[in-house]
Structures are given as C-alpha cells and as structure tokens.
C-alpha cells in the first residue's frame, strides 16, 4: 500500500515531476509531462502498478531526508544495524538536447556496510499495461509497449536480474562508494541512449544544484518563515510546464479529499482562477520573468471566442480533457472513483472572467504592455461577461450539482468590470468606460442586496444560503470593500461556523457535521489549506494580526518533513488529504507570508499611456 500522503517528496524536471516515499520507492511518475500517462502508478494502487524502490534491505522507513539547500535535489538518510548510506534523487532540468526526462538516483555509503536492494516494475498508461521488459546489455534494462519505453540504466558493479515484469537489483555499499541509477523515459521507436558515466552523472547533478540555488537566489524577501517561503516557490517553479509557462495545480491526480471517499480529482492541469493568485505570488517574490511567462501562457489559452473560455486547460493549452474512470486502479487506501481528466473543463464559471482581467491588469501594472490582441481580448470577454453575469453557474468549487447564484462568482464579475474601468480609464477609452463603470456599479448593488445576510451578518454562500463560504475572506483582497467595513468585519467573525480544530474549511457548516449540500457526491472533506492561509490574511487586515500570526503558524506547523503541502488536511487524523503538493496552497503561504512580513506598499495604479500598444480605437 502507498504511504500516506506526507510521506512523499517531489523531484522534478520542470515538465512532470516524480514523486518519492520515505520507503526509498518512486510511488508516482507521468511520462514525458505532467498530463501524461503515469507509468509509475503504485500511489493510487500497490506496487503492482509501477514504482522504482530502491533501499536497505530489510529497513521501512528513512532515517531523515532533506532536500540540499534551497534546490530539488533530495538527499534519504538511512541509518542500519550494519551502517549508514544516503540515497539522492533528482530530476536534471531539460535542455534543448533532451527531450526526454529522467529520474537519477545515487547510493551513496556513509559508514559500515550497507546491502541494498532495488526493484522496478513500469507499467505504462496509470498501471494498466504491463510492458515487455529484457536486458540490453549487462547493466541496462528496457521495457517497451507500444509508443512508450522506459530504460534503467544501472551503475558499475550492479548487474540487474530481469524477469518479464520487473528488474531487480542487489549490492552492498560500503563507505564511500557510490553507485548512480538513471530511469528514463523515450518513445519506444528511438534508441535505448548509452549508459552515463559516473563523471557525467557528477555533472548532472551539479548542473541541477546549480539551476535551483541560482534560481532561488532571486527571491525578494527576508521577513520570518523564510525558508517556508523559498520551498514554497521552489515547488511552484517545480509545478511549472517549462516550454509554455503553464503552472499545474498539482503533480498528482485522484488523491482524495477523505480517505475511501469519492471527491477524487484529476488536477494535472492549469486552472486560470489560479492565475491571480499565482501571479501576484510570483511577483512578490521578484520572479517576474516567471510572472510574465504565466501571463502570457494565459492569454494564448484563453484566445479565441469569449464563449469558449474554460476554467482549466492543459499545460500547452489544450481544451479538450475528456474525464475517464480508472477501473482497474484501487485508489488511495481504496478511494474510489480513480479518475484521469477532469469534467469540469465544461462548466460555467462565471468567476474566471474575473480572474483572467485580474491577471491582465495585474501584468500591465508590472510592466508588460497591453497591444491590440490582448486588448481585444479584454473588451471581447467584458462584452460577454456583461450578457451572462445574472446567470447562475458552477463557482469556484466546480459543484457538480445544480448551478447556483455563488457570491463569489459575483464578486469576481465584479472584479472583472472593475480592472476593465481601470484599463479604460488609463487609455483613454471614454465610452467604453461608461459602459464598464454602469456594469460594475449593477454588480456592487446586487452582491450587496442579494449576497448580504441581516440575519447571519456575512456574506452568504448563493444568493438565498444560510451558510458561509471561505471565498468571502477575500472580499477585501480583492477591493470589493474596505477591511473595515462592517460588513467584512461581520463576514470574518462568522467564519468561525467553518472552524475546523483551528483550520477552516471551504464550505458545509462544521455545526452540521460539515456535510456538502452543493452535489449528490456525499460525504465531508478535511479542512482546506488555502482557505486557512485567506483567514489568516483577512484576520490581518482586520486589524487581528496577533491571531493572524497564530493561524499562519498553525499551517506551517502541518507541512510535511521537507516543506511541502497537499490541498487539504485532517486535524483529527492529523494527517494530509487531496493531490500533492498542492500550488493554491503554496502560492497562498508566500501571499500570507508577505501580508504579514512583507514590504507593504499601497496598492495604487502605476500604469501609463505607453502600457497599450493598441488600444487608441
């Protein structure tokens, strides 16, 4: 059985990433990408449907482990009856000669005498092909089926024994010898490449220590919980589809939102809501480059008919991500339905709209100038925003049940209108601006008539609703109201109806047992990270910094033992829950982070004439 979810560490090539358990054993890896197939898929099933496990004989779990510096390369320390050896794995960022990722692992002996066992079993599309797998020569391996192969390429001194299923290895390492083992990905037509030399593995594996401590040497900020701050960028870059941009979710996919439940989702893709967010997070951090490259995969994405934006697309754009049910996949301590692709790329979610302007306005304000196809872009999707804004849709929860008045949708067509009204205003657009000032001004009076609750004193969930929802807390991020109104004041104290042992919860009153009445999927959830970090961020600009600081610790207390977050947690458990690591909760820690400890600079509009290039008509 896998192990739990904050057992596994992420390494990563900046195109998929891999995932490694504190057992020694790669229970996750999709080859070449993110969104393809997985062929080490044991995470959601047993080892029986892929992993590389590579340890001590007879020891469970490491010691410690660490990654080295501020870097993604992972150093496993294992301490023996016999001795004690170090296991690192990393993942060489690709360069424009290779086109294919590999997974490196080096055995290192520390002291005394360590035996070492290993075993790979590749199973191509999530575990559900069992590839032919033979020897090439004494110390390399392939296993081929159909367009994928996978080759394991094994130091001097280790000869693998193959069985038609699997390869197997068994050494002892002694101190300071070291043996390095490199699995790797092509199509099945090409050649299986030379085995690397040691020299060349050094090599790799400077080049990779090199690319992460140069990378996040960049980092602008120096307040408390830095280290938290710089493994949270790490994993965001990590998370990063190098060739477009594109930032991923998560690494994973169909780990649950509760143990043996349904809510199992597919999150390898790029959600646009996610784009503010992110943005806003990197630039923070003084990574504008990376900032720019998001912005610019984002609005390549969503070209086209306004009509046709979707709330999630793949990491070269791709619309099409049809969902499928994995039959054969147990799931995650038996969560069922393990599924690949997500259905929710054909939902309505009027609250996108909001998110691409945001993005848009917050780009332009960083420096990146607006020309005629991205203003098309802006006054194509305010056109169509200001037609469907009163319909009800699926909101920020992607709910598969009856669409429904969500607030935050509102407030986020809202937020579209307004960074509008500001674009118009600096170029100029008289007309337009009269148009997308009317539409805002529309907006503000319903969200506040309709979205305000008298008797529950917050704002409400949908129009109509009893409870409350997490998004409320950024009603003053966003600039709907100030954080001293009283309505936002009165909104933050209800948020102690979501309190969940000190983390909150998305939605579903903790009152009631937390139950979901927005689909027929049944069940609860844990708490929800992100929402945790917004209450945090909204205690503080309320005016209740003391209590902000506390929360924010009590979620850094929770990451696992090298830094990384999944999308929810378990109090009573005590105990990671959904896919990892999670970016929305990682952007929201290094946001938080600098709500707390950051340079604060008034939030003003900085933009000039000059930013658009084609925006005079």
């Not at 296993?143 to 038609?164: F, I, Q």
């Not at 690949?340 to 945001?358: K, R, S, T, W």
């Not at 929860?397 to 209108?417: D, I, L, N, Q, T």
Request: net charge neutral.
């Amino acid at each position: 059985m896998a192990g739990r979810i904050e057992d596994y560490a992420l390494v990563g090539d900046l195109e998929t990433a891999a995932l490694v358990g504190t057992d020694g054993s790669v229970d996750w890896w999709c080859a070449p990408r993110f969104d393809s197939p997985a062929c080490l898929a044991a995470l959601l099933g047993d080892p029986g449907h892929g992993r590389w496990l590579l340890a001590p004989v007879g020891a469970a779990d490491c010691t410690r482990r660490r990654y080295r510096g501020d870097t993604l390369v992972l150093d496993t320390l294992w301490e023996t009856v016999g001795g004690t050896v170090r296991v690192t794995d990393f993942m060489p960022p690709r360069s424009p000669s290779e086109d294919a990722p590999r997974i490196v692992r080096v055995v290192e002996g520390v002291a005394g005498r360590v035996d070492m066992r290993g075993e790979l079993r590749v199973r191509f599309h999530h575990g559900s092909i069992v590839p032919w797998t033979r020897s090439v020569d004494r110390r390399t391996v392939a296993s081929v089926a159909g367009p994928d192969a996978a080759y394991l390429a094994c130091g001097p001194g280790v000869e693998p024994v193959v069985t038609p299923d699997r390869a197997t290895v068994e050494f002892t390492v002694t101190a300071g010898r070291r043996v390095a083992f490199v699995l790797g990905w092509r199509p099945s037509h090409k050649p299986v490449p030379p085995a690397a030399s040691p020299a060349e593995i050094d090599a790799a594996l400077t080049r990779t220590l090199a690319f992460w401590n140069d990378w996040a040497a960049a980092l602008r900020y120096e307040g408390p919980a830095r280290e938290a701050v710089i493994r949270s960028l790490l994993t965001l870059k990590a998370l990063t589809y190098a060739p477009t941009g594109g930032v991923v979710a998560a690494a994973t996919a169909s780990l649950p939102e509760t143990i043996g439940g349904q809510r199992n989702w597919d999150y390898r893709f790029c959600w646009l809501r996610d784009a503010t967010f992110t943005l806003s997070c990197l630039l923070r951090g003084g990574y504008r480059r990376e900032a720019l490259e998001w912005n610019d995969w984002l609005v390549r994405a969503v070209a086209g008919d306004p009509a046709d934006l979707q709330p999630l697309y793949g990491v070269e754009g791709q619309r099409r991500l049809p969902e499928t049910y994995a039959d054969w996949l147990p799931g995650y301590e038996d969560s069922r339905p393990v599924r690949f692709g997500n259905a929710a790329v054909g939902q309505f979610q009027l609250d996108i709209y909001g998110e691409v302007l945001n993005t848009v306005y917050s780009a332009v304000r960083a420096g990146v100038a607006l020309d005629a196809t991205a203003w098309t872009l802006v006054a194509s999707l305010l056109e169509y925003l200001g037609k469907r804004w009163q319909e009800p849709d699926e909101g920020i929860w992607e709910v598969r049940g009856p669409r429904r008045h969500f607030v935050h949708s509102k407030v986020m067509a809202w937020v579209a209108a307004d960074r509008a009204v500001r674009l118009a205003r600096v170029a100029g657009l008289r007309g337009t601006l009269r148009r997308w000032q009317a539409l805002r001004s529309e907006l503000r009076a319903e969200i506040c008539s309709r979205g305000w609750s008298e008797e529950q004193q917050s704002f409400t969930q949908y129009y109509g609703s009893h409870q409350v929802d997490a998004t409320a807390l950024l009603i003053p991020r966003l600039g709907f109201l100030p954080a001293d109104d009283p309505r936002v004041l009165g909104t933050v104290r209800a948020m102690a109806r979501l309190d969940d042992h000190g983390f909150l919860r998305r939605y579903g009153d903790v009152r009631d047992g937390g139950t979901h009445e927005l689909d027929d999927l049944g069940g609860t959830e844990g708490s929800f990270v992100a929402c945790t970090f917004w209450y945090a961020d909204a205690l503080a600009m309320t005016g209740r910094t003391d209590e902000a600081r506390t929360v924010f610790q009590r979620v850094l207390d929770i990451r696992n033992d090298v830094g990384l977050l999944a999308e929810e947690w378990d109090p009573v458990a005590g105990r990671q829950l959904g896919n990892t690591p999670q970016a929305l909760s990682h952007v929201a820690l290094v946001n938080t982070a600098f709500t707390l400890y950051g340079t604060r600079r008034r939030d003003r509009t900085t933009v000039s004439r000059a930013a658009f290039t084609g925006s005079a008509s």
